[in-house]
């Protein structure tokens, strides 16, 4: 038994006896320990130190660790993992909340529940299919109102372009937007237009030069009206998913990203493709980013980057069955061949970032018809298990699954220096990820509103064991810690006039503030022809329980605790269980 062994031993003993006596006011300092520390280049055996704000002030080797002392340091807690991956959590950089308005859908509580469970510490909430949509700055507000109290991981905001809203997208940067995303075709949302060809250099103009992104749902519309041109074919099953696919081809994407590849050499903004389906998209952008880097362009990947996303990763369309509408997404699930070639492009790194594009909404809305079933894909408690699920099997290593998860979409998003690695002076965002472990999906275990999903009953390989948001324990096994303690990414001087991000978590604050919501759904275009539930059947009071049961320990001692404990706070004591060591 090594001397820091024994060390850690008299400092349980010792921190145990001092909390009893003397109340741990200030948050301890924290040291966890994996055999399999994962950062986004490398795997080693060592720990993490945190400090009592949160932030990682220390990675080390074991053997490193073994000569670490901290003399006088009552308060360090030892935190083990075992054989478990530590690994930076997971940034989410494409997540549709839906709140306020289409909260039927999913909600900033349910959302980054299931985030919180499947290792996601930062999620990034998309302008759209919310009501409002994030498209001036008072809709901003209005969103970050309703997310501030809710939410139990950190979350950022992209804003939304849309024709005629380039005086707003100034105020939503100061705000903190991390960008703007737009489309290039009909978003199925009436609230959320697309922006016209015609109107795409305004908006170059307007975003010349700045920080944020711009990104695009990056398909055109093709063959309009000629549909009926084919007189003797048979009218396609639109049960059958073929159907759906042959209605957009991988042009729509490929002439999509030409059309933005033609706008990158003449203006200095970042442009991100979201979710990448056709593989031809990739080498498209390749060429314009290569252009930029030869131009001198600084930014990041030269500023040209795209993402995929897990169903793409996962799925190809000869698997997917008929009627079976969870799978619909925009753009498609394409063939194997397509899926294969996007795992060639992971393996070389010619793909930025992985992210969910989780897309939630209510059953009624989809239905067996590919053609008019809302289109989206729910998946945000999954996306760490589904992704190393496949690259697992493809030999890809978990350093490979946090430079896809974590790093990549913290520089997109600009928080690199806060997020998306384990590095000193970052958040100590921090998953305890068990690589070999298996679960199957079962509706019982998802915490997002609507348990609809394509990968129902499958296997996955990979479960996040424990799920820390700037080191403090949010997810625990299988349980969501009872309290929304997530920041909100945004700049609250100017949106809120404040400097802190803590709101207070009073449960009738909460229940008032929900009976005085704003508009709710009546006014709402439904997407599709079946009237969707736009009723809010809304979120459950954040502070008392899940699916599993109750949370923990949070009984109080009906004695004087000032006089016993010297504080007048009933102390909340951590599960000893958490604090496992290999003594
Ligand atoms: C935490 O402890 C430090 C040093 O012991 C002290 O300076 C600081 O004020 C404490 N913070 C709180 C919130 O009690
Ligand atoms: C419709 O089909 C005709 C003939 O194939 C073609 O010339 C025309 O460009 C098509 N229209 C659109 C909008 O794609
Ligand atoms: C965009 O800004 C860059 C410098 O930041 C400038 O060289 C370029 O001309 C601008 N583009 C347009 C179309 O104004
Ligand atoms: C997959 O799709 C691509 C693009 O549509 C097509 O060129 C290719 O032939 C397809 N491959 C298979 C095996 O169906
Ligand atoms: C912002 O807050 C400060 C102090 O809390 C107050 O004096 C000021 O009037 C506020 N400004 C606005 C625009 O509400
Ligand atoms: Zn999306």
Known sequence: MSALYIFILATFLVSDISCRRFPVKNKSRQLFLSRRVVTDSREFDGGVLVD???IISG????????ELTFEDDYTLQVIDGGDWALMAGVVDSHVHVNEPGRTSWEGYVTATRAAAAGGITTLVDMPLNSFPPTTSIENLKVKASTAREEV????AFWGGIIPGNEM????????GVIGFKGYLIDSGITEFPNVEKDELDNIFSTLNGSDVVIAFHTELPINAGNDTECEN?????????STYLASHPPEMELNAASLLASYIPKYD????????????????????????????????????????????????SEQIPPGHTEFKCSPPIRNITNKQRLWEYIKERRIDLIASDHSPSIATLKGPNFMTAWGGIASVQFGLSLFWTEAKARGLSLSTVSHYLSSGPAHLCGLQNRKGTLKPGLDADIVFFDPEASFVVTPDIILYKNKLSPYMYRVLTGKVMKTY????????????????????????????????????????????????MLPIATNIAVPTKSQGDLQRNDNVPPNTRNSAGLIKPQGQLLINDNLLFDTTTSYPIMSRRLFRTYL
Request: proline residues 5%; aromatic residues 8%.
């Open 233 to 241: 074919c048979e009218v396609p099953d639109p049960n059958l998913y």
């Open 152 to 155: 139990y991981i950190d979350v």
């Open 59 to 66: 990675i080390f080797t074991r053997e490193s660790i073994d």
């Open 469 to 516: 948001v700037r080191g403090q324990l949010v997810y625990t096994d299988g349980i969501v810690i009872y309290k929304p303690q997530g920041h909100l990414l945004i700049n609250y001087k100017a949106l809120f006039n404040t400097t802190t991000a803590i709101t207070p978590h009073e449960p009738q604050e909460f229940q008032l503030r929900n009976n005085n």
């Open 168 to 175: 707003e997208l100034q105020n939503m940067i100061e705000a």
């Open 269 to 316: 903004v970042h442009v991100h493709v979201v979710h990448v389906s056709a593989e031809g998209v990739i080498p498209i952008l390749e060429a314009a980013r290569e252009e930029r880097i030869k131009a001198g362009s600084k930014r990041w990947r030269g500023g040209v980057t795209a993402e995929t996303c897990h169903h793409y990763l996962t799925f190809s």
């Open 52 to 54: 009592e704000n949160g």
